[in-house]
């Protein structure tokens, strides 16, 4: 069983930047395809970027292409998303995900088996 922590988020304004991490608690951290997801108020869980569990392979929504970045730390079972030039559209609950023996290449809610509990972005205009 995986259990995964977000933190780093908070309230920026419109152009700032954030960076989120997600720590993983399990030893088979690295054999994990790691995602982040968020959902902002009456929408539907949406896919923001994903990492393969050898780091070769990352994939990004068109929305936040070019301006969020995702990596990962094996050593401190730690994955991060880099957020730049934030815009008012990026509000949202952001969540990390798991899925074992991932590629990198999954993009779907149900694709991942295991959730953190959320954190919160907030970009002011």
């Known amino acids: 069983q995986e259990q995964l922590v977000e933190s780093g988020g908070g309230l920026v304004q419109a152009g700032g930047s954030l960076r989120l991490s997600c720590a993983a608690s399990?030893?088979?951290?690295?054999?994990?395809?790691m995602a982040w997801f968020r959902q902002a108020p009456g929408k539907e869980r949406e896919f923001v970027a994903v990492?393969?569990?050898?780091?070769?392979?990352?994939i990004y929504a068109d929305s936040v292409k070019g301006r969020f970045t995702i990596s990962r730390e094996n050593a401190k079972n730690t994955v991060y998303l880099q957020m730049n030039s934030l815009k008012p559209e990026d509000t949202a609950v952001y969540y990390c995900?798991?899925?074992?023996?991932?590629?990198?290449?999954?993009?779907?809610?149900?694709?991942?088996?295991?959730w953190g509990q959320g954190t919160q972005v907030t970009v002011s205009s």
């Open positions: 995900a798991a899925k074992p023996l991932g590629t990198g290449r999954s993009t779907g809610v149900s694709d991942y088996s295991y």
């Open positions: 399990g030893p088979t951290f690295s054999a994990y395809a």
């Open positions: 990492i393969g569990w050898r780091g070769g392979i990352t």
